[in-house]
């Protein structure tokens, strides 16, 4: 159960599919970790050590931010670089690049400047709009878990501080609900 805006690593990531995936449970991997310095080698060179090990990329990814957080070296919401996101999502009826072009004037609406960039075609089409502060939102759609259902992901990037992320989960979730 998520307890703030941002879900822990663990809350949003089981263990099981963890161990699955793998083959060894996240607290196996942290112990590991540990004995190989990762409270001061950084993240960079935890997930590198992780691939190094069999660990296929996604994964390291994943079992770095847990070891992270788990470490207090990161809290949920930080990104590698010590700033932070914050994200919110919705499936909707139709397809990816049609809901793009719907969600793209909503945006526009609630920022009051054009995206600075837009990738179309693809697995995810997406818009971005980069603020004079250099935080970003980056909207992109995807192929929802049913058949003609697309799945709206909006993640608000670069925030400066962890104070930053209730408002900004709460504007993502705002802007969404007008979809």
Known sequence: MTTGPVRTHSQGMA?????????RSPDDWYVLLDAADGRSIGH??????L???GVDPW??????IGYEQSRGLRIPGQRSDGTFAVSASRQVPGERGTVLDRIVPL??????????????GGKRPSARWTFPDRESVLVNTEDGPRPGTVRIAAQ????????????????LRELLSRF
């Open 15 to 23: 263990a099981d599919r963890v161990t699955a995936a793998t083959g």
């Open 44 to 49: 960079t060179a935890i997930a590198a050590h």
């Open 51 to 53: 691939v190094a090990l």
């Open 59 to 64: 994964w390291a990814q994943g079992v770095t």
């Open 107 to 120: 945006c526009v609406e609630a920022f009051g400047f054009a995206p600075t960039s837009e990738r179309r």
């Open 156 to 171: 608000r990037e670069r925030l400066t501080g962890p104070e930053r992320i209730p408002e900004a989960k709460a504007d």
